[in-house]
């Protein structure tokens, strides 16, 4: 209880702080340059103020930003040619271990299945299922039970799907309901998540279910932006509904499929939560993120290690990120 | 021609409805199955899938009788008489042998083996012993029922988890995590978004460009460096490494690039025509901000609350990298991975922790939908 006081108190006292500095930075412009006085004064005054107040804006973000974010970026590449304690460099010997180690390969090709896997199947599922509920009545509904499991945290939701997944001795009644189901057609439960190579899939398919709602959303909303006219010429051309939604919607809403799929893909390199709740990495499941958290305090920690783990992570998303600047650039020339 | 093409456009309509009944059914019942696993015994969790909980279950129980001791003489004969069930559910089949726990029917009157009497079980449960010799022996003898037990619910996971698995605190720990963590991004995030928004200063473009990409720096790569940095400070100051603080900070900074952007957005589409009449009489920056774009952003504001609200509260990483694992820094996300460990199969305490830990996510999704979908248009559909 103490500490919620203590959070109550810091909202408090960092809202009123924050106001305070944009205030008094505020004033404090004004009374060095103060934008009265003589007319060339004051209009001299008035430029150096216009010059510096936008730092004074971005100033506390552009701390927060550099300490938490740049920094750290610069600091991981450098860590990552240290030895375990950062302080002894090692020159590309992390990379050369990374390369050859067998859990490494192993999460490299892991990684890869999901960037395939979880966004196909996330986007092509957000897609149609936008198509089919903006076609009933009751489609609000729908997509709202669709959307929810986004506001579910990632080891929440591998709560709920090691439920499903639960595996009991074949002689006792299975209280998981893929189990279940396996057995009322007469099949063999199964340990479903020490399956090798498979249960990676078991795993995918909780972020599929996490960002399915996702992709409905957005491409619902680009969905709705496709011209009534195309539709209708379409239509009197003798277009049927699968035709049209494959021909005529899908193409115009690409753009806004590559953005789904690149957020997710995004999602999907940094997925920690699920495998360390599921399996840990056991059984063939392991991935790079959880294997840079392992590094991080695996005997005292490993930041060499650690860090080139998490570079490499970060080269994964390096091509996206230019894509992004690039659409932003694109964006700013626009208007 | 014109029917057949009607009938066509019905049943397509049909499929429809029902490919989309099917998809909200896998959707939902995932979760559904642990909030009603979260309303059982354990006992008839361990027993019986969730999807059986509202039907009737059946049960194989080994009862025992009351004592030889109990017994009273009527007519000449030793008779025990009880009841096995407590009221609730009634007796389907008995019998008297371990093999064959299923021999007889309710109301039947089986034989003892070996002789020793009759034993005749009802279906409410109520039994009789009855011998022409006094029983033997000091314990009561076994029974082989199979009882059907009603539908039963329960809150008594939920007390067991809030107190004695520390969910309760956990939850606390969560929310001191989580306010402030949203709160305080909020208005650094807007005075910069109003800056990169309505001002002119050189390097504009390029610090837009820099925070867009930000925004898809992955966490691990701020992980090691902020740990060296958060325990290097723990050591110079000797404060400790793993404090509220540490975490409200590192949350603010990982939640601004996704503010800023997001608020940007927003804040640039806001009607010039305001902004330069206020300009015109004499307003500062200072003086527009407070008294126009800010109470003009609220919805998106709103929006990125809500994201950063949710985000907080699901974080597994930055928790357990930044924050102990004490009782009282333990978040919900960080006990849930505990009790996965330690509680493995401990069903009953797993899917309540998990419910208990979904709730206020839940809430905020299904009250504040609307800006979250704002909020998910504004931050991702650009350009399209």
């Known amino acids: 209880m103490g500490h919620l006081i203590s959070a109550a108190v810091t909202i408090v006292l960092g809202v009123a702080l924050a106001g305070a500095y944009f205030y008094a930075a505020n004033k404090i412009l004004d009374i060095i340059w103060p934008p009265r006085g003589p007319a060339l004064q004051a209009a001299r005054n008035q430029k150096i103020s216009a010059t510096i107040r936008p730092w004074l804006f971005l100033g506390p973000a552009m701390l927060f930003l550099g300490l938490y974010l740049v920094y750290p970026v610069v600091d991981s590449i450098r860590l990552s040619f240290f030895g375990r304690d950062g302080v002894n460099f090692v020159g590309f010997s992390n990379y050369v271990w990374a390369a050859n180690d067998q859990q490494f390969r192993e999460s490299i090709f892991n990684n890869i299945l999901w960037l395939i896997v979880v966004p196909a199947f996330s986007t092509a599922f957000g897609l149609v299922i936008a198509y089919l509920t903006d076609r009933i009545w009751w489609g609000n509904i729908a997509k709202s039970m669709v959307f929810m499991p986004m506001a579910i945290s990632f080891i929440g939701a591998s709560v709920i799907w090691k439920f499903i997944y639960d595996y009991r001795g074949a002689d006792s009644p299975q209280i998981g309901l893929l189990n279940a189901i396996v057995q009322l057609f007469g099949g063999t439960p199964q340990a479903w998540i020490t399956v090798p190579f498979w249960n990676n899939f078991f795993l995918m398919v909780i972020l599929v279910w996490i960002q399915t709602g996702f992709a409905m959303v957005i491409l619902s909303a680009a969905l709705r932006g496709v011209p009534e006219e195309t539709i209708e010429a379409a239509t009197i051309d003798g277009a049927k509904g699968r035709h049209i939604f494959f021909y005529i919607m899908v193409p115009q809403i690409w753009p806004t499929i590559a953005v789904v799929w690149t957020t997710i893909t995004i999602t999907v390199l940094k997925v920690f939560d699920i495998v360390i709740a599921m399996t840990n990495g056991q059984w063939n499941t392991q991935v790079l993120a959880n294997m840079m958290y392992d590094w991080m305090f695996r005997g005292g920690g490993d930041f060499g290690r650690g860090a080139t783990i998490a570079v490499v992570i970060m080269l994964a998303v390096v091509p996206i990120m230019v894509w992004n600047i690039r659409r932003l650039n694109a964006e700013q020339a626009e208007h | ?384």
């Open chain 2, 1 to 384: 021609m014109a029917r057949m093409r009607r009938r066509k456009g019905v049943w397509g309509k049909y499929m429809v409805h029902l490919s989309v009944v099917l998809i909200v059914v896998v959707w939902t019942v995932p979760t559904f199955g642990i909030l009603v696993s979260s309303f059982r015994g354990k006992d008839e969790i361990s027993v019986s899938g969730w999807w059986t909980a509202l039907t009737t279950s059946e049960h194989n129980v080994i009862g025992r009788a009351k004592s030889p001791s109990d017994a009273v003489e009527q007519d000449g004969k030793y008779v025990i008489s009880g009841n096995l069930l407590n009221g609730k559910g009634y007796v389907t089949a008995f019998g008297v042998r371990i093999i064959n726990p299923t021999e007889f029917k309710a109301g039947d009157t089986a034989e003892l083996p070996g002789g020793g009497g009759t034993l005749t079980i009802n279906r409410d449960g109520s039994y009789r012993l009855v011998s022409d010799t006094p029983f033997e022996g000091s314990t009561g003898r076994r029974i082989y029922y199979t009882a059907a037990l009603p539908p039963s619910f329960t809150l008594a996971n939920y007390e067991k988890v809030l107190t004695s698995e520390g969910i309760g605190q956990s939850f606390l720990n969560s929310l001191t995590v989580a306010v402030p963590a949203t709160v305080i991004p909020i208005l650094i995030a807007a005075y910069a978004a109003y800056a990169l928004a309505w001002m002119r200063f050189p390097g504009r473009a390029l610090l837009l460009a820099v925070i867009v990409g930000l925004l898809v720096v992955p966490l691990q790569m701020s992980l090691i460096p902020l740990l060296k940095l958060y325990n290097g400070i723990g050591d110079i100051f000797g404060v400790p490494a793993k404090t509220y603080l540490g975490i409200w900070l590192a949350h603010t900074g990982f939640g601004l690039p996704l503010a800023i952007y997001l608020l940007r957005n927003y804040i640039a589409g806001l009607p010039t025509e305001i902004m330069e009449s206020a300009r015109v009489d004499g307003a500062t920056d200072f003086e527009i901000f407070v008294r126009i774009v800010l109470p003009l952003s609220v919805p998106a504001l709103a929006s990125f609350a809500i994201f950063q609200f949710l985000w907080v509260w699901n974080d597994l990483l930055v928790a357990i990298v930044f924050l102990g694992n004490t009782e009282q820094q333990l978040v919900l996300t960080g006990r849930l991975r505990e009790l996965l460990g330690s509680r493995g199969g401990d069903w009953e305490i797993l899917t309540t922790s998990a419910f208990v830990s979904i709730l206020v996510p839940l809430i905020v999704f299904f009250s504040l939908q609307r800006y979250l979908v704002r909020g998910l248009l504004a931050g991702s559909v650009k350009g399209g």
